[in-house]
């Protein structure tokens, strides 16, 4: 592999110094406009002062008594914008504590200040700071704060950053659900505001999600795709980061040779930009491939610098990072003491930043290291803790949220589309009928005109041209037409797979899942006994979702039908508590039963089961361990009451409104941390008004809810 961009760094150095000599020249001239200083005082500056360091003195010499004056002026916007150029200044060559503290004094005067873009912007920047230095907590709290506040300001970008940024924090956490969340958030708004650079960086971001996740085909197709558009605006920062995710995703399927292919120009073009974050990762990349090749020395030179770069910028993340490869080297060369030293260290970084996702891999390396040594007790513990974290890492709740809100997100950018297609066929029609007028309106003038002049010769010609103009806007709306039905069928299609080919594998799964329960059970074997009780409820838990999203595509594409007949709705209780019996175990829930007989109902046996099933699902999700849920029935006149009473969480009166009126889905942790998809009670509600019933909720937060479902009674009343 040939780094040659590696040889020409010294002749590069000068020509970044240059670049960064123009940005913070031009950067000061600036500042000149705004306070007292003149043109000379600027060139003085730069020709007395030629490194950064001497720069950034120079600058705090000029700057910092500026500021503290039109604080004591009482001019406090003026001098929160200088600190906002002062702190950017900071954060962009490095000087973290200060960045820090300039955001700090800007906070301190937020309410005189009163600039919501200013206030923010301190925010995102130490939210940032706190993100490169390894404080993700802080970073999450300062982060969440600036995302608030643009959430009240129109300034989409500035939004779509935020989201973003958060994204970048979860990732760094190891938390990929949260990650993606917000990787989404901040494309929906970006695509929305025509803000394609941000698009190219986010699009990017998913692309490392799903490498994470193994998903390489999805990974790859999302960096060639923000790869594309980046050349196609001409953005080479985004361009650079796309081959760098396209080398690193090369890396992990251990296509080196085509990793290889992309380093000469991201190195080149991180030393022209003096880039020294991607610098030290990519060094790290280097030293990957030396040591998948063999030359563990080469590939231990490439770790120590990317370590030495990662300390000089104070990036905590790639530090660890760096450390955690040089001790695995040291194993691999059997220098055991330098190791355990590396990996010590590497240690320490990743708990307290909280690095979940490199935390995993130093105790898989601690398990090894002293394998290979004879401390076999050592070994052990830190092979449970890499197998605990990886669990909790990336498992099948993690993997099905990702996928459910990937599926959202296609929907939602579906109907997106539908819309603008039909106002665009809208406009089109309504500029169709302007014509027409127009042309009738034109031609009845012109025939006469040509009645008076030309007579029927050119009244020909001019009917014909009328008739080419006409042909071709109705072959435009024609094209839009198209685009329109396309749409349709793909939603359509969308929905199909849903209701239909997602189902029977999963029911598969369950039949499977309680085969080996009933075998686990006849030959007393305990392990593979509790093994299969939670395959049985994971798979409960799929059928149920299954089912959901089933009723939930019908009701969309208006494909649902009632075939209502009478049955005893108490069988309906009796099967559904019997399937429930696992998760109430699990639970320590006790159920009790009080219907009045007869309970024969009106309606759609299986619409009914899918309600109850829901009702009851959702009154264990919500109740805490040993508590209760009570069925009661009775007849009220020409209806027969069903009431579903839990004495869990409950609920709030927005959630219970969202609830009945079918407002946002709402989705939320049980009280074990059971991941819903919030379907359940949208789809029972649209089940209950198909089947001419009526659904109340009594609920009180922290005593629980009572869920009342009336429909029609069977037989002659």
């Known amino acids: 592999m040939r780094f040659n961009s590696l040889l020409k760094f010294k002749m590069r150095n000068r020509k970044i110094f240059k670049n960064s000599f123009l940005i913070c020249f031009f950067s000061l001239l600036l500042f000149a406009l705004v306070t007292n200083l003149t043109k000379a005082n600027v060139v003085n500056l730069f020709v007395q002062s030629p490194s950064q360091d001497s720069i950034t003195q120079k600058l705090e010499a000029i700057l910092l008594p500026e500021i503290n004056g039109l604080i004591s002026k009482n001019k406090f916007v003026a001098a929160g914008k200088l600190l906002d150029s002062l702190r950017e200044h900071y954060y962009t060559f490095y000087f973290y504590p200060k ?76 938390d990929i659900e949260n990650s993606y969340s917000f990787y989404l958030k901040a494309l929906k708004v970006r695509q929305g505001c025509g803000d394609h650079f941000g698009v190219v960086t986010t699009v990017n971001n998913l692309g490392l999600i799903y490498q994470r996740m193994r998903y390489y085909e999805l990974a790859e197709e999302s960096i060639r795709s923000a790869l594309k558009l980046s050349d196609s605006i001409k953005y080479e920062a985004g361009r650079v980061y796309s081959l760098r995710r396209l080398a690193s995703l090369y890396i992990a399927q251990h296509r080196y040779d085509d990793a290889a292919k992309y380093y000469d120009e991201i190195v080149a073009s991180y030393q022209r930009r ?79 930043g909280k690095f979940s996702s490199i935390l995993r891999d130093i105790y898989l390396e601690l398990s090894r290291l002293f394998d290979e040594t004879g401390k076999a007790e050592e070994a052990l513990f830190y092979l ?21 809100m990937r599926i959202r997100y296609e929907i939602e950018k579906s109907e997106e589309r539908q819309k603008h297609l039909q106002t665009e066929v809208e406009s089109q029609n309504k500029i169709t009928l302007f014509l027409s007028i127009f042309i009738i309106l034109i031609s009845t003038g012109v025939i006469g005109l040509i009645y008076l002049f030309l007579r029927q010769k050119k009244l020909g010609k001019l009917l014909e041209l ?24 793909t939603k359509n299609k969308l929905f199909a797979i849903i209701a239909h080919d997602l189902k029977s594998p999963f029911v598969s799964v369950l039949g499977f899942a309680e ?38 595509a019908l009701v969309q594409r208006n494909l649902i039908k009632v075939n209502a007949s009478d049955f005893e709705i108490s069988d309906v209780c009796a099967k559904v508590i019997k399937e429930a019996s696992l998760n109430l175990e699990l639970k320590e829930i006790t159920t009790t039963t009080s219907l009045e007989v007869p309970s024969l109902i009106h309606a759609d046996p299986e619409m009914i089961s899918v309600i109850v099933r829901n009702l009851i699902a959702n009154a264990i999700k919500f109740t805490n361990k040993g508590g209760n849920i009570d069925l009661t029935g009775m007849i009220t006149g020409d209806k027969y009451q069903l009431t579903v009473t839990d004495d869990g969480v409950g609920m709030t009166e927005e959630q219970t409104e969202s609830v009945l009126t079918g407002g946002t889905t709402i989705s939320t942790y049980g009280t074990s941390n059971e991941k819903g998809t919030g379907l359940g009670l949208s789809v029972s509600r649209d089940f209950i008004l198909q089947n001419k019933g009526d659904l109340k909720i009594s609920s009180i937060p922290g005593k629980g809810s009572s869920f009342i479902l009336e429909l029609p009674r069977g037989g002659e009343t």
């Open 515 to 552: 085969i080996i329960k009933e075998e686990a059970d006849l030959i007393s074997n305990k392990p593979l006994s509790e093994y299969s009780d939670k395959i049985l409820s994971a798979s409960y838990k799929l059928v149920d979702l299954v089912n959901n999203l089933t009723g939930w």
């Open 274 to 352: 003096n880039e020294k974050s991607g610098l030290a990762q990519i060094y790290n990349d280097f030293g990957l491939i030396q040591e998948k090749k063999g030359d563990l020395k080469a590939a231990r030179d490439f770790f120590k610098q990317s370590w030495d770069r990662a300390r000089d910028i104070n990036d905590k993340f790639i530090e660890s990072f760096a450390l955690l490869n040089l001790g695995r080297i040291d194993r691999l060369t059997k220098d055991d003491k330098a190791g355990l030293s590396n990996l010590t260290k590497a240690k320490e970084l990743a708990e307290t």
């Open 99 to 174: 960045a820090i503290s300039t955001a700090k004094i800007t906070l301190k005067y937020e309410k005189q200040i009163g600039d919501k873009k200013l206030i923010a912007s301190a925010f995102n920047t130490l939210g940032l700071t706190y993100w490169k230095t390894g404080d993700l907590d802080s970073a999450l709290f300062y982060l969440n704060k600036g995302l608030a506040l643009r959430k009240f300001i129109d300034d989409p970008i500035s939004l779509g950053r935020s989201y973003n940024n958060i994204g970048l924090v979860y990732w760094r956490k190891g």
């Open 384 to 404: 449970n803790k890499h197998v605990s974290l990886k669990d909790s890492l990336l498992n099948e709740t993690v993997l099905s949220s990702v996928g459910e």
């Open 466 to 489: 009328n008739n080419q103009e006409m042909e071709k806007v109705n072959v435009q709306l024609q094209r839009s037409n198209d685009e329109l039905v396309m749409a349709n069928e």
